[in-house]
């Protein structure tokens, strides 16, 4: 079995963790690649990393790779999405950040996990991905994302206009500082803190989600991602903010934007012994008494 490991950095308190995922899997066999920057920011630090592999690239992930172990929060997992792009490799999360809705798995699980692996006993849950198209090339060539598309306003400008259209019929004007459009993984999301609606990951939709709207009868809606979903956009300023996930760029409004389904998953590992619910309970704190 061999293994692709991504992370941005490791804290202090968190070298101990990483050191044992290294172990356990020497112990079970597993060869690693890491990626080449974090390498450089571990290899002083740790036991026996010399001899192991780097990659630079998504390029470089082919098919001799089994799993990519992704180590940190919610926001290391999106990068993965990037590297994974369709070539269909599964991602293990290994939350070393805060809340975790992705990378789900805890730093006290980390033998369990490999364990996991190597005996295949987890579940490959398929997520689906959010496409960009436009009349310009944005994102350089991967315009996907896991969790969200948004549109919004630079800093300084007042609220836009956004004409918004399901297959090519009008929905709504949204007289907003931006909108949403967030995957089911997503709904946990930006989303979520903007008011929208928590979705199954099976469900097979978008949350189109208004931010700040400056009519207060405007609230977010479900439609089937079977729809693409276009947009205009008017404001007093000639560019507005367009964001995949983590990723933004500055677009002239003149650009005409649409939105579907993108027609390849991502695939997350899963154990299985965790659910969605569970995770819902887990971050959420639903079912627990926090008055006190």
């Not at 082919?62 to 919610?74: A, K, N, T, V, Y």
């Not at 689906?128 to 630079?154: C, R, V």
């Not at 008011?195 to 479900?222: D, K, M, Q, W, Y």
Request: net charge negative; aromatic share 10%; hydrophobic share 40%.
């Amino acid at each position: 079995m061999k293994v692709a490991i991504y992370s941005r950095v490791i804290d202090p308190d968190q070298q101990n963790d990483v050191q044992e995922l290294f172990t356990e899997l020497t112990r079970n066999n597993i060869k690693a690649v890491i990626y080449f920057p974090f390498f450089e920011t571990i290899r002083s630090c740790f036991n026996h990393v010399d001899a192991i592999q780097v990659f630079h690239s998504a390029d470089e992930l082919d098919e001799s790779i089994d799993f990519i172990i992704s180590l940190g929060g919610d926001g290391t997992m999106l990068d993965t999405v990037t590297l994974v792009r369709n070539k269909n490799i599964p991602v293990l999360g290994i939350n070393f950040g805060r809340l975790g809705f992705l990378a789900s798995i805890g730093r006290k699980a980390l033998r369990s996990a490999v364990r996991s692996l190597v005996n295949r006993t987890y579940t490959i849950d398929k997520r689906s991905l959010i496409h960009l198209d436009g009349d310009t090339q944005l994102f350089g060539g991967m315009p996907y994302g896991l969790n969200e598309f948004a549109i919004h306003k630079t800093d300084t400008s007042p609220m836009i206009k956004i004409h918004t259209y399901l297959n090519g019929e009008f929905l709504n004007t949204y007289w907003a500082d931006g909108v949403i459009v967030a995957t089911p993984t997503g709904s946990t999301g930006y989303s979520l803190s903007c008011n929208g609606p928590i979705v199954f990951p099976e469900s097979g939709s978008f949350v189109i989600t208004p931010v700040a709207p400056h009519n207060l009868n405007v609230r977010p809606i479900i439609v089937p991602d079977s729809n693409v979903i276009s947009f205009e956009v008017e404001g007093r300023t000639d560019s507005f903010i367009c964001a995949l996930d983590s990723r933004k760029e500055v677009v002239d409004k003149k650009i005409l934007l649409a939105v579907r389904r993108e027609s390849f998953n991502f695939n997350l590992v899963r154990l299985n012994e965790n659910n969605f619910l569970q995770t819902l309970r887990e971050k959420l704190s639903w079912g627990l008494d926090t008055r006190n």
